[in-house]
């Protein structure tokens, strides 16, 4: 799930009210050479009418109208939310106070955009929320519309839904329609990731920011469920999530090979499309052998594949075991760990790395009994 970030800052209340007449002020100063009025015109209205559909959730609560699913779903979001800022020590505001209905399935898409023999993605870069690999759209319609257009440069395109994001703390994020459909515990980690961008955000990072919140929210679910007496969660699905990560990132780390290997552009076309049928073939020997058939992920991998489908995997993942580890050293103390994340999200992001790197090998090292005693 990536998130979109909003562009402009101030505080909540005062740019609730008069975010209408600030964001023709503010687009002049924001645009850059990468992004037009017409984008920045969508994001400020869609944005705007978010902001419009929200109300308290106590006050859905307490409508008659309201359906009783609904009505419980808030419920227990609000237990979660409580909790959030309890016991996770996240931001105590607003933010999934609220609730909205969209009516629509999506909250944002998302563009990704690659070159055909690449892997690298077209990033685009906004004053707050810094460089990003890809492009949000309130609208679907328009989505597909700025697919198409890059479709007709020759980039391999990828169009991903989003059910929710963070505006990191700008806004009182709502509780959106788009974030119900997985049930109680589904929406209380999104909860806990949304807010875990507000405790903290590093600009052009993405995979510190992500890993950070993926961190959060499985420790986070982790503690909810036993706060409530439930037992852990099942790992079978978990381990079969990774096992499906590793295979497409293997995938992808051939095709970063083939691409950088000195061919004729048909003979590397031919190349790329057998990698993605050997993704088929290995997903499905995996499904078959290890999963006892069940395809969770059959629709992805049966759609059209090409690189910028592949770009989101491993950008959630890829330091949440550093993030654990940092965990682990400070006793499970949360403000402590925050702390922790806080001093390396101030590091130049090669020492960061490094960091990262060195916390996440010596929480193998302490996993496998090869620590030093």
């Keep these: 799930m990536l998130r979109l970030f909003l562009l402009l800052r101030s505080s909540h209340r005062a740019l609730d009210r008069i975010f ?28 705007w009418q978010l902001l419009q559909a929200r109300q308290p959730v106590a006050d859905v609560v307490a409508d008659p109208a309201t359906a009783p699913q609904l009505r419980e779903h808030l419920l227990q979001a609000e237990h979660a939310r409580a909790f959030a800022s309890s016991h996770l020590k996240l931001p105590d505001n607003r933010s999934y ?40 759209f309130y609208s679907q319609g328009a989505a597909r519309g700025a697919a198409a257009l890059q479709k007709q440069q020759g980039l391999d395109v990828y169009i991903g839904g989003v059910e929710a994001y963070s505006t990191l703390g700008w806004f009182d994020d709502p509780i959106l329609n788009t974030m119900l459909r997985w049930g109680d ?4 980690t999104v909860i806990f990731h949304e807010l875990a961008h507000q405790r903290f955000y590093v600009a ?26 439930l037992p852990a969660q099942k790992q079978s699905e978990n381990v079969q999530r990774d096992q499906f990560v590793e295979l497409v990132l293997a995938g992808r780390e051939r095709l970063k090979a083939l691409y950088a290997a000195p061919l004729t552009a048909p003979a590397m076309r031919a190349g790329k499309q057998a990698e993605f049928e050997r993704l088929r073939r290995e997903y499905r020997v995996l499904r078959d052998t290890q999963w006892k058939g069940v395809g969770r992920y059959d629709a992805w991998i049966d759609a059209p594949m090409n690189n910028a489908k592949l770009l989101p995997f491993g950008l959630y993942d890829q330091w949440v075991p550093a993030f654990a580890g ?20 101030r590091l130049p992001l090669v020492q960061r790395r490094q960091a990262l790197e060195s916390i996440a090998g010596q929480a193998r090292s302490d996993a496998s009994g090869l620590a030093p005693r």
């Design 20 to 47: 209408r007449c600030l964001v023709p002020l503010s687009l002049g100063v924001l645009l850059n050479g990468c992004i037009s009025v017409s984008y920045y015109g969508q994001l400020a209205s869609g944005q």
């Design 97 to 136: 106070r609220v609730y909205a209905d969209l009516k629509r399935p999506f909250v944002v898409w998302n563009v990704f955009a690659t070159p055909e023999f690449s892997l690298d993605p077209q990033t685009h870069c906004f004053p707050i929320a810094g460089c990003v690999a890809y492009r949000g």
């Design 185 to 188: 515990e589904r929406l209380a």
């Design 204 to 229: 052009d990072d993405t995979a510190f920011n992500e890993s950070f919140a993926t961190f959060v929210e499985q420790e986070g679910t982790r503690q909810w469920r036993a706060a409530r007496g």
């Design 326 to 345: 940092l965990f682990a050293e400070v006793g499970a103390d949360w403000q402590a760990f925050y702390e922790r994340v806080e001093a390396l999200g």
